[in-house]
């Protein structure tokens, strides 16, 4: 990268036309030359390479005033470097995996494969923050730690499946359960996103208490509810185990979503298919960005020495020449 450091002293090149113009003018009086009364002294001759050299020698020393402004104007080459300083967060993605996720009102997946392929979705697009995973439904547990292996938590998140726990909604003791496994990271920013489709009705923890604990420990929880509104088809065994569909009522305890969403500085969605599922997920991953410190470092060279030298050789030339082989009269 070239750059001028002093670009001001760039205004004494509106001197050169001036003195090339007094130049000129001087030459027009006579004073660089001899009148003799006629041309018979002198046979025609084309011009030699002496001749021109002697009429261009004042050509080369304003080349050197050129070079010499320009080392006033201090040229420079600059090599950048930039250094980033990553500050990422925690994110702690906790996901309802009790038996009404398997509600087919995101055609043609059920809720929870839906929610599954958002998810991965939403990890790829981070860049240096550690994400963990908590399933719950009755119960509730870590099923990934922290971590900035993303293909290690995508792994789980895709072995994730339906029956792993007994069935139910779990809503505070999931809540408290993650609130545990972030509450020691060293990270500033600490962030939960609590996604579910149903009503808390099981565990010892109420979830409102849950929701404090995440606020005394500076942790914002967004929730989202899923699920369309009305009636989703739900998957049954008939008595021959033959798999059918039966309509059953969306219950989302939306309420209690928007508490705990506000009791920690969140928010609360609702996604009923999934395109607007994959929007949240946009939004928070546009919101809770990791921030990026650049700074940017330059290591100089100065090039007007070079430019100074050239000038000087230039005009110790053009002097030894004029007193030397291109002297002249008078």
């Known amino acids: 990268m070239f750059k001028l450091a002093a670009k001001i002293y760039l205004l004494l090149l509106l001197l050169l036309p001036w003195l090339a113009w007094w130049d000129h003018f001087l030459a027009r009086k ?6 003799f009364p006629s041309q018979k002294f002198f ?10 050299l002697i009429r261009n020698l004042n050509r080369f020393k304003m080349a050197a005033l050129l070079l010499f402004i320009l080392a006033l104007a201090r040229p420079q080459l600059l090599n950048t470097y930039r250094i980033e300083e990553q500050k990422g967060m925690d994110i702690l993605l906790t996901l309802d995996i009790s038996g009404s996720m398997a509600a087919i009102d995101f055609k043609p997946k059920n809720r929870l494969e839906v929610a599954k392929e958002v998810i991965a979705s939403f990890i790829e697009k981070r860049r240096s923050d550690r994400l963990g995973l908590v399933i ?15 293909d290690i938590l995508k ?20 809540l ?42 500076n942790i914002k929880v967004y ?31 939306e309420p209690l979503l928007q508490e705990i969403a506000k009791t ?54 053009v002097e030894t020449a004029r007193r030397s082989f291109l002297r002249t009269l008078p």
């Open 43 to 52: 046979p025609a001759a084309a011009p030699t390479l002496k001749t021109v």
């Open 176 to 217: 408290a359960n993650s609130v545990n496994r972030i509450r020691h990271a060293a990270t500033k920013t600490k962030i939960i996103i609590l996604l579910t489709d149903g009503v808390n009705n099981r565990g010892e923890i109420d979830p409102r208490d849950a929701a404090k604990m995440a606020r005394d420990f």
């Open 136 to 150: 719950f439904a009755a119960t509730s547990y870590s099923k990934c730690p922290l971590t900035v292996d993303y």
């Open 223 to 253: 929730t989202i509810g899923v699920g369309t509104r009305g009636e989703a088809p739900y998957p049954v065994l008939d008595s021959f185990g033959r798999q059918q569909y039966v309509m059953v009522n969306v219950e989302i305890d």
């Open 30 to 35: 006579g004073r660089r030359h001899i009148w």
């Open 264 to 317: 920690t500085g969140g928010l609360y969605f609702r996604a009923t298919d999934p395109d607007s599922l994959r929007n949240i997920f946009g939004e928070i991953d546009r919101w809770e960005k990791t921030r990026i410190k650049s700074k940017s470092y330059y290591e100089t060279t100065e090039l007007f020495p070079y430019f100074i030298a050239l000038g000087l050789l230039i005009l110790f030339l």
């Open 155 to 174: 792994f789980y998140l895709q072995d994730t499946e339906l029956g792993e726990l007994e069935d139910g909604t779990a809503l505070g003791m999931a």
